[in-house]
């Protein structure tokens, strides 16, 4: 039996479980496999107690057709004492909080309060808002300094992405990447942040002392797609062409994610990014799983060590050693190291006598809008 066969069953024996259950309430599918039951002037108590019940049927394996399965079903409960304006919202806010509870691995039947109501109702209008954000500009980058770990120099920056939204004010990208990400517009998100990103390094090359030998970066976050996207190297060729970018000026940012897959392919594009004079950089490194074999199976020039090491190094000797061995690791392989997160003098200090090479953190600078970028720093 083909396994969309087996889908079929499992999804006819729950929709015909709800029918029998709810059967005189308003009962349909609403995605691949979510259910909902509307349900009108009913006692709240009695109808926890049914999907209490329901959801017990379900705790254990269950045979159907002859087959066994665990269908570890998880179910909401929304009161609608909550004004919605609408169905859509409604429904919205029942989806949104199946999704926080299958993250957490919640059991049982979740009482939607409040708190996740208003959750679901800002994640409900920026997921409306986005499409049109990325295309009125409201979605900018912000920079924030890498320096010189000795002399305090700044070398460069990272673009990181902000949303200024109308309603909701600065929104993070913690919140809106991955949303970017669910709605298939990384990509979209991606080429915007790289195209203001190119012109910022541009402008801030031009308007700086031209006869200065120092020639700044630009660090740019790439997501998966983005990295396996069709048209990746023909933007870069543009952009660095439009932009006059130098040699090494263009810092692409992969995560370890992006590593995973075929190796050949991705050392392939990878090399033909890089053919185009962009440097690569390893995000967050120390936090995936194959950190290490990263470094000698891909063509890498910088690594970026993961804040969390860097937090550990004033409370944990072990974090020390790890560190100071992974700067002295980097320099052997001929890379270049970018501590993430220095919050403090004395993990500078540390830092320092190690022989790292950059610093990104809020002991120098935090991330600012273009307008403060420039003004500081094109000199
Ligand atoms: P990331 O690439 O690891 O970026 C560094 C994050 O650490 C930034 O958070 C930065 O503001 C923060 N940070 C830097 N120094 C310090 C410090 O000393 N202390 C503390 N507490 N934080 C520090 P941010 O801007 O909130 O970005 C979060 C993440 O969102 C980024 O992590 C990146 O993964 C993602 N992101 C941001 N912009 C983009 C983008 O344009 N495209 C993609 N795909 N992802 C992005
Ligand atoms: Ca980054
Ligand atoms: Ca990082």
Aim: charged share 25%; hydrophobic share 40%.
């Amino acid at each position: 039996m083909k396994s969309t066969d087996i889908w079929f069953i499992v999804l006819k024996h729950l929709a015909d479980n709800l029918l029998i259950r709810f059967g005189d309430e308003f009962t349909g599918r609403i995605s691949e496999n979510e259910f909902l039951v509307w349900c009108v002037e009913k006692d709240y108590r009695q109808l926890e107690r049914m999907a209490n019940r329901l959801l017990e049927s379900y705790s254990s394996k269950i045979s159907v057709s002859g087959f066994e399965f665990d269908i570890g079903l998880k179910a909401v409960f929304v009161r609608s004492s909550s004004s919605f304006a609408n169905f859509e919202d409604f429904s919205y806010v029942g989806l949104y909080a199946l999704t926080e509870i299958k993250s957490t691995g919640k059991r049982g039947l979740v009482t939607v309060d409040e708190s996740l109501i208003k959750r679901s109702q800002e994640s409900l209008a920026l997921n409306r808002d986005i499409m049109k954000a990325l295309k009125s500009g409201e979605i900018v980058a912000h920079y924030q300094p890498i320096v010189h770990a000795s002399t305090g120099q700044v070398v460069g920056f990272e673009a990181l992405a902000r949303w200024r939204h109308p309603t909701l004010g600065m929104v993070s990208p913690g919140l809106f990447v991955p949303l970017a990400e669910q709605r298939r517009l990384i990509v979209e998100l991606g080429e915007v942040i790289l195209e203001q990103a190119c012109e910022f390094i541009s402008d801030i090359q031009q308007k700086s002392d031209s006869s200065s030998q120092n020639r700044m970066s630009i660090h740019v976050n790439l997501s998966t797609p983005h990295f396996h996207h069709k048209s990746l190297v023909e933007t870069l060729v543009n952009l660095i062409e439009k932009y006059q970018l130098l040699p090494g000026q263009l810092v692409l940012e992969l995560t370890e994610s992006i590593l995973l897959g075929a190796e050949d392919e991705i050392v392939e594009r990878m090399e033909a990014i890089k053919s185009l004079g962009v440097q690569l950089a390893l995000d967050d490194f120390g936090t995936g799983y194959s950190s290490f074999s990263s470094l000698c199976n891909f063509p890498l020039d910088i690594i970026k060590l993961d804040k969390s090491y860097i937090d550990n190094l004033d409370v944990n000797d072990k974090a020390k050693t790890l560190v100071r061995n992974i700067i002295h690791m980097s320099q052997e392989l001929g890379m270049t190291t970018v501590a993430e997160g220095v919050e403090t003098a004395s993990q500078l200090r540390k830092l320092n006598v190690w022989n790292v090479d950059e610093i990104q953190g809020y002991y120098f600078f935090k991330p600012m809008d273009k307008h403060q970028a420039l003004e500081k720093f094109a000199k």
